[in-house]
């Protein structure tokens, strides 16, 4: 008997030390961190383009240069489209893609028009909290040549609560664009490296190292963009 009561003893102090290992364990383990809540923007880009009016210049200005944006996310970039409804110069239709951070934006547009390949603009978009309007703070370049500056502008939006007809064209594009389609299909820049953040025909001077590999740029913004986030424009 007063083995098998010493047997019993051992039995429940092993079964002490096993209970008081596992809450251990369990005390040991990192806590679950909380989910973030998506942005109201990030909720607008969730599921299909979002449009907005833009016009340059301060806000509550008269503008002579004003127009459509279409913001689109796929994988992790965001696309952008705009166009003028009223321009003095004739400005064509941009393309662009970028990424978002918390409610900004940062984009670099190229033209989108066939033989108009010089003007591109590295935007910055400031959302509001509700992603409902924003800011955009943007250097731009109009003129080809490395002489040329970038000059500074301003302009403010407005969301557009209902897609409609007439955009459809530049929804579709925007699109294309997101699945990877090149912007430009002169033959003779065909056979080029692409710049991974526009897509367009690489420069040979514009370059940067990640991961072991040399990417191409079309412009210095691009090249900028893709080292702020390397992975979202296929960099490893």
């Known amino acids: 008997m007063r083995i098998t009561g010493i047997l019993s003893a051992l039995f429940l102090c092993a079964g002490a030390l096993l209970l008081a290992g596992s809450d251990k364990t369990r005390a040991a383990a990192p806590p679950v961190p909380p989910i973030r809540p998506a942005s109201p923007l990030e909720t607008l880009l969730s599921g299909d383009v979002a449009a907005y009016t833009w016009s340059e210049g301060a806000a509550g200005q008269n503008s002579n240069h004003n127009g459509i944006i279409l913001f689109y996310r796929s994988r992790g970039e965001v696309y952008g489209r705009a166009w003028p409804l009223k321009s003095n110069n004739n400005w064509p239709a941009v393309r662009g893609v970028g990424a978002l951070k918390g409610d900004d934006v940062h984009i670099v547009f190229r033209s989108a028009a066939p033989g108009h390949d010089f003007y591109h603009a590295d935007c910055h978009f400031s959302f509001s909290a509700d992603g409902r309007t924003f800011v955009c703070t943007a250097m731009q370049k109009a003129q080809a040549g490395d002489e040329n500056p970038m000059v500074p502008c301003v302009a403010n939006g407005e969301l557009i609560e209902k897609l409609n007809s007439s955009m459809a064209g530049h929804i579709e594009k925007l699109r294309l664009m997101a699945r990877g389609a090149a912007p430009d299909k002169e033959p003779a820049t065909e056979a080029r490296e692409r710049c991974p953040v ?9 370059s940067a190292a990640h991961g ?25």
Do not use: M, W
């Open 212 to 236: 072991g590999k040399t990417y191409h740029f079309c412009c210095e913004s691009c090249r900028n963009v893709f080292l702020g986030n390397p992975q979202a424009f296929g960099g490893k």
């Open 198 to 206: 526009l897509k367009n025909a690489a420069s040979d001077r514009i």
